[in-house]
Structures are given as C-alpha cells and as structure tokens.
C-alpha cells in the first residue's frame, strides 16, 4: 500500500533545542497534515497544509508543504519537555472531499536526552 | 465541546473469541472513522461513515470485522473472531464534514492472547 517515510524514527532532545522531522511519499499528496500523539491518547492536529510551497507556523511549530507535493517538514523551535511524544505526518490525495483515505506516516518519537 | 468518546479503554480476549467497540463522535459530526494502530505504526483507515451510509471500508478485513452506524450518529466496530495480529489500538475518529479536520479519541487498546 500507500506509503510515508518519516525520518527520523526517533531523536533525542535537550530542552532550547530546535527538531526538524520530514516526511516524504513516492506520490503526490494534495493536503500534508501533522499530528502529535502522547502515549494513552488519539493524534491531535498541530498543522494542516493544503498548498504546494505553503509555510505555516503555530506557535513555536513551523510546517511547510513541498513544491514537489511529495514531503513535508515540521520543525520545533526552542523545545520544551512537553514537547515529547509521537509525531505523525499524513496525508491524502482529495483535493477538499473526503479526509478519510488519510495515510500516515510511522512516526517520529520524540524524548528527552538523560 | 465533548470530545470523541470511546469505550472500552482496554480489552484483552483470546483468539477466535470476538470483541466490539463503541464510538460516540462529537455532537454534530456528520463523518466518522475508525482506525486501527499497530504498535510502533501510523492509524490505517478501516471504515469512514458519512452520517450512517459507508463511504470507505476498503481495508477492513471483511471476514472478520464488521462496523455499523445504524442511526447516523454513535458506531460499534465488532471483530469475530480475533485473531492475534488483531493486537492494536482501534481509534475513532469524526470530523464535521468530510472536508473538516479529524479529531481522534483515546482509541481502545485491544490484547489478543
């Protein structure tokens, strides 16, 4: 099937420390979204990208859609403990219509250096 | 809002045994979705319901899992029988329309021994 390499599987960070993470697909994708998933909990929507070249930030977080269309970036700035936890990119093909055919990524795991 | 509520929060059942899991979307969410989450793997979509009508169930396992939305609004997901690889976390989802962002419950977490 359909698949997202997501790099890096895991990383390891020191609080003031910005992240980045990618997320590419041998295929087009019309929409790229990232999520975050702390451990008992379902995903939670960070960011939402619907154009080719869009750059769009929340808060410390920053997302940009290729021009490609085939990867993402999410990058974290000046990160802090709560930070930790599973990042997901996703993404589908629809242009509007249905979100449901999202395929994600494997994730990235994010934890705090000892 | 009430978020995306699910139950139960764990189940552990032997093979060949079944299992259902409930799902209530948010008040007025038109579309529901249920995925399963292998351990260590991204959410793989198994069915999205558009008010009570199926609209994708092209990777549920059809043998063995079976979900309804009889009136549109809460959902059930049923597995029989389990089988081992079954092990996973299965998470609802629902959004207002098909366009709108998905919002994920805490999911069950399911054990096959």
């Known amino acids: 099937g359909q698949q997202l390499n997501q790099s890096p599987q895991s990383m390891f960070i020191q609080e003031g420390e910005d992240v980045s993470m990618n997320c590419t697909s041998s295929s087009i994708f019309n929409t790229w979204l990232w999520y975050k998933q702390d451990p008992g909990e379902g995903p939670v929507l960070l960011i939402a990208l619907y154009k080719a070249g869009e750059l769009t930030s929340n808060g410390r977080l920053t997302a940009q859609f290729g021009i490609t269309r085939k990867d993402s970036f999410l990058n974290i700035s000046a990160s802090i403990p709560s930070d930790v936890g599973i990042y997901f990119c996703a993404g589908h093909k629809n242009y509007g219509g249905s979100q449901g055919n999202l395929i994600f990524g494997k994730g990235t795991k994010l934890s705090v250096k000892p | 809002e009430a978020g995306v509520a699910q139950s139960p929060r764990y189940k552990i059942i032997e093979k060949r045994q079944s299992v259902a899991f409930w799902c209530n979307p948010i008040s007025g969410h038109a579309t529901l979705y249920w995925y399963q989450q292998i351990l260590g793997q991204g959410p793989k979509l198994l069915i999205q319901f558009q008010n009570n009508g199926v609209v994708d169930d092209s990777q549920l396992p059809k043998d063995r899992f079976s979900a309804e939305r009889l009136k549109g609004v809460d959902s059930t997901l049923k597995i029989q029988p389990a089988k081992l690889e079954d092990s996973a976390v299965y998470l609802c989802?629902?959004?207002?329309?098909?366009?709108?962002?998905?919002?994920f419950g805490n999911g069950t977490r399911l054990t096959v021994t």
């Open positions: 989802a629902s959004s207002f329309t098909g366009d709108s962002p998905l919002h």
